[in-house]
């Protein structure tokens, strides 16, 4: 768990891993399957722990019980690790090209399935330990994931030479790969297009107090009073749902800014709660100020939010949950969802990819919404609902991965922390503390052109892991059955001698 943020030692992912091996692959099916269970319940339920705060603090739960729903969701995340562990040994009797090869292509794609069975929950994936890694040059080649995976059997071939079980090269393999991940570092698989003068407004106000009467007019005059000092600025940036009303009701004041942000030749985002026509209710970031369509009620230079986070911004079986208690009654949690690859926003000259807060978590989604001609990766959140806890500082590591993945710059905009920006490598270039009010002013120059990623996504990645998986299913079992074989030779030899 140390291997991820805040604590950011990476090597300590490969110790897991290894202690995963340890415990699982000298067992039958059954056994192992069970032992990575409680691999990943304790992997999970310490990773995931930060999750509480919103039940308790914001959801009215007691700790008791919000210590039971995290326990479930760790129990229910441990299955995915569980059945790759037991179907690798169902499928594959020898050890070697079990733990080499299918092992590793199964537990990937068991990460895969648990970010997108019911709506997904991708987070600590072994990949996001190397942000700032050594293997951090792969992402723009092969995504988090491939990361995963060369972690992952790198993890086995120290398991099996401390086996002692086959030859040196799957070391000597493993020892290349990593070579080769280091000296793609210096590849530039984009190139610059033009820089831009950014403004990231912290305003750091409570969830507590953010939606109580009377904090509207707070909220605006905070965002504005931190806004009008940066006239430098080329864009000033708002964070997701900075205002606590809907677009609507805050039109004419919209417009107002609009007009300022105009006279003022700068562009405005912002995320806020947005209504439409048919009642629908959308979370949203929008656009005033200098850009290609003057601001008004549904204009098209907006985007809504795709992928909604359960519980907190839609309620499964809503009807029955809602009254069991507050935590399934949360404001705003009745969202709908945004079509899916919307436009670039367009400031200035500048075009925007967007994700807000959660959905940053999900590459296809991030990775389809980018397009070639997008300069910059812009990530809106309110990570407020979860105190001081880990869950931010993994957030950003997760968002950092999008810019190494699709090789642009990303911005990152939030109410409390963690704002950042970071160059198209995923280093931070600048940065905000958190709990603190202010308002980051960065530099920062886009990018055109695609990565092996931005380019062609996961695909390379499944073939290869299907590929290995077959190839380690095909020669485990030849091994498995000519060693049966051999056995069974001798066996017969020794009954003859006797006879």
Not at 310 to 316: N, T, W
Not at 319 to 346: H, I, N, T, V
Request: hydrophobic share 45%; with cysteine; net charge positive.
């Amino acid at each position: 768990m140390f291997a991820f943020s805040p604590f950011d030692i990476w090597p300590l992912v490969l110790v897991s891993i290894l202690g995963l091996y340890a415990t699982t692959q000298n067992l039958s099916a059954g056994r192992a399957a069970r032992q990575g269970f409680i691999w990943a319940m304790g992997f999970y339920a310490v990773g995931l722990w930060w999750i509480h705060n919103s039940m308790t603090i914001f959801g009215g739960l007691p700790l008791w019980l919000a210590a039971v729903l995290v326990g479930l969701l760790a129990a229910y995340l441990s299955l995915y690790t569980a059945a790759a562990i037991w179907l690798a040994q169902r499928l594959v009797p020898s050890r070697t090209w079990r733990a080499l090869l299918v092992l590793p292509a199964l537990l990937v794609v068991a990460d895969w399935l648990r970010g997108w069975v019911m709506t997904g929950f991708p987070w600590l994936w072994f990949g996001y330990s190397q942000v700032d890694g050594p293997l951090a040059s792969l992402a723009p080649v092969v995504g988090v994931q491939g990361i995963s995976w060369l972690l992952i059997f790198t993890a086995a071939s120290i398991w099996l030479l401390l086996q002692r079980k086959i030859s040196l090269w799957p070391g000597f393999t493993a020892i290349l790969l990593w070579g080769l991940a280091y000296g793609s570092g210096s590849v530039q698989w984009v190139t610059p297009t033009t820089e831009s003068n950014f403004a990231l407004v912290q305003g750091n106000i409570e969830q507590s107090i953010k939606w109580s009467p009377g904090q509207l007019e707070r909220s605006l005059q905070r965002y504005i009073s931190l806004t009008l000092p940066e006239r430098d600025a080329d864009v000033v940036i708002w964070p997701e749902s900075a205002l606590p009303s809907t677009e609507q009701e805050l039109a004419p004041w919209l417009e107002q800014v609009d007009l300022l942000m105009r006279d003022r030749k700068q562009s405005l985002i912002t995320g806020l709660v947005s209504e439409s026509a048919s009642g629908d209710i959308y979370n949203a970031v929008i656009t005033l100020g200098k850009n290609s369509i003057p601001y008004g009620l549904n204009h098209s230079n907006r985007y809504y939010k795709q992928h909604l986070v359960p519980i907190g911004e839609f309620v499964p079986f809503g009807d029955l949950l809602r009254p069991l208690a507050p935590l399934f009654d949360l404001p705003m949690s009745s969202f709908a969802r945004g079509k899916a690859e919307q436009p670039d926003l367009s400031v200035g000259d500048q075009q925007l990819s967007v994700a807000i807060c959660y959905e940053v978590a999900f590459p296809r989604l991030v990775r389809a919404n980018m397009k070639p001609d997008t300069d910059y990766l812009l990530t809106v959140s309110n990570d407020t609902w979860f105190g001081e806890s880990w869950g931010p500082w993994q957030h950003q590591q997760i968002a950092r991965m999008r810019a190494l993945e699709l090789g642009r710059p990303l911005i990152r905009a939030t109410n409390n922390g963690v704002t950042l920006v970071t160059d198209e490598k995923g280093q931070i270039t600048a940065s905000l503390p958190q709990f603190e009010t202010g308002v980051l002013q960065a530099k920062v120059t886009g990018m055109t052109g695609l990565t092996p990623y931005a380019r062609y996504g996961s695909t390379p990645l499944l073939a290869w892991l299907l590929i290995s998986g077959l190839v380690g299913i095909t020669q485990g079992r030849r091994q498995f059955h000519g060693r049966q074989q051999r056995l069974a030779a001798q066996q017969n030899l020794r009954m003859r001698a006797r006879s």
